[in-house]
């Protein structure tokens, strides 16, 4: 064998991965079976369910911005905790009648689910993680459609589960922090009502140039012209930016932390 075949054998050594190693994730998706046993005994006792929609956002913003936004978010926001790990995304919600179509139903690439079946949907994935030692179910929603949904179905799980250490938690303060909290951040700013708005404007589309600006058809911001009626958009998005929701990112994922912080501790 010659010298250099040698080094480049060694070299590849060196750098192998050792088997059985667990990659640097918290997705859940992304581990094997033993490792997330594992993870599970060695203290990461708290899944995070993550809640997005796959619904229109305006001309400007893919149809799965919520999907995106709370799948890196919650990442981060597991990070953070340190004892967390990170379910698949829930992409489908209730959005609206299909017949006739109401609410974002009316645009298409919208799918939607009926309440009842959404809240089951819940349920039996919290019910799931109890199985795998979870003692913590977390539920953060992207959306305002199923806040409801998630605060009915943890009060009726954590009465079934009283007698036992598992809690379900429904942490409103993710969507609070992400509408209600980022818009007033922003209007102590100098940003106009009618450009913080309440769908796709410039708080959603900020966000999403953060956290994932592919989504975002950055060429029609520039439209000397803000989205009109019957565009899907409320409000006005075009002086959104990446910089602006990056403090929109960082006030989402203190306050979810505290929040989960909060109810994860308080285990009536």
Known sequence: MGVWATVLCILSVMVAP????????????????????????AGKT?????IGGTEQNGPHMALGKHNA?????????????????VAPVIAYVPEGALSPPT?????????????????????SAAR???????????????????????????????????????????????????TAGFRALLSAR??????????????????TLALDPSL????????????????GADGDPRRASAELGRLGVDLIVARTVAAIKASTTNRR
């Open 128 to 178: 799931s993680a109890r199985v795998h030692g979870f003692r913590d179910v977390v539920f953060l929603g992207d959306h305002g459609s199923t806040q409801v949904g998630e605060n009915m179905v943890a009060a009726r799980l954590n009465r079934e589960w009283a007698a036992t250490p598992v809690r379900a938690h429904a942490i409103e303060e993710y969507y609070h922090a992400a």
């Open 216 to 231: 975002v058809r950055t060429g029609l911001l520039r439209d000397d012209r803000a989205p009109g009626a019957g565009s």
């Open 69 to 85: 936004r709370v799948r890196m978010l919650s990442e981060r926001i597991a990070r953070t905790l340190g004892n967390a790990l």
């Open 103 to 123: 609410g974002h139903m009316r645009f298409p690439g919208t799918i939607t689910v009926p309440e009842d079946v959404f809240r089951r949907l819940l349920e």
């Open 190 to 207: 100098g940003y106009r009502p009618e450009e913080l708005g309440d769908h796709a404007a410039l708080p959603d589309t900020a966000l």
């Open 18 to 41: 050792t088997f059985g190693e667990p990659l640097d994730t918290v997705f859940l998706e992304e581990l094997t079976w033993p490792e997330l046993r594992a993870l599970v005994q």
């Open 46 to 50: 708290t899944m995070i369910l993550p």
